[in-house]
């Protein structure tokens, strides 16, 4: 069946120190991968997303995710975290349809 | 522009009541969705839609209907509102469905069923 799995519901990390998020897949078609980020109270945000060529893809705000396919892996990186980087993120995989699936999401604090 | 808006942010129901959630786009987006969001979930698609009069169901449209008169409106009616409806509900819309096109989210609309 197809799935995203992000195992870090919660994460702690203090204000600059490095950040990583993990993402495993498990999707039978070429997937198409993306990480959003969603602030308290508000709808959801594209970071990144990688569709092809390079394996790693910077986005918005500094971040950047590395595509993995012998891991099966889509895991987000930053390396100082801000403290307005304190919100949940969700990895999502396509296969080019409407039908996204998404994470159940980590929620990231950040400690000052 | 605007984006995707949606109407109300929050929103308590009894139970058996109906209500319709309101989302308008103003980028001349096709497709157009409704995901509901529970705790430890994620975001589940509910209904979606590729173009005025066109819409199909997601994955889980039970207790939900959907019209999309014009390309800009994509109501989400509930008609007998259950517990199980307790959720944030997000709308999106996208250009096409290809890879190439992100979704652009809503604000959310907070509904609690009581």
């Known amino acids: 069946a197809q799935s995203v799995t992000q195992p870090d519901i919660h994460i702690t990390v203090s204000e600059g120190a490095s950040l990583e998020l993990r993402c495993n897949y498990s999707y039978g078609a070429t997937p198409y991968l993306f990480w959003y980020v969603q602030s308290p109270g508000q709808g959801l945000q594209l970071l990144l997303k990688?569709?092809?060529?390079?394996?790693l893809v910077q986005g918005i705000k500094g971040f950047e995710a590395e595509f993995k396919r012998s891991q099966s892996s889509f895991n987000l990186r930053k390396p100082s975290v801000h403290w307005s980087d304190a919100a949940e993120y969700f990895c999502a995989v396509t296969s080019g349809t409407y039908k996204y699936i998404f994470g159940t999401g980590t929620r990231l604090k950040v400690l000052a | 522009n605007a984006g995707v808006t949606q109407t109300p942010k929050f929103r308590i129901l009894k139970i058996g009541q109906s209500m319709t959630l309101q989302c308008t786009q103003d980028?001349?987006?096709?497709?157009m969705y409704w995901y509901r969001q529970d705790p430890g979930m994620g975001l589940k698609l509910i209904y979606y839609?590729?173009?005025?009069?066109?819409?199909d169901k997601g994955e889980v449209p039970n207790g939900y209907n959907v019209s999309r008169s014009t390309t800009e409106d994509f109501p989400l009616r509930l008609e007998l509102a259950a517990p199980s409806q307790t959720s944030v509900y997000f709308c999106?819309?996208?250009?096409?469905?290809?890879?190439?096109?992100?979704?652009?989210f809503g604000p959310g609309t907070r509904l609690t069923v009581l």
């Open positions: 999106a819309s996208s250009y096409s469905q290809d890879r190439n096109n992100e979704q652009f």
């Open positions: 990688y569709f092809s060529g390079d394996t």
């Open positions: 980028m001349n987006h096709n497709y």
């Open positions: 839609s590729v173009g005025a009069g066109i819409t």
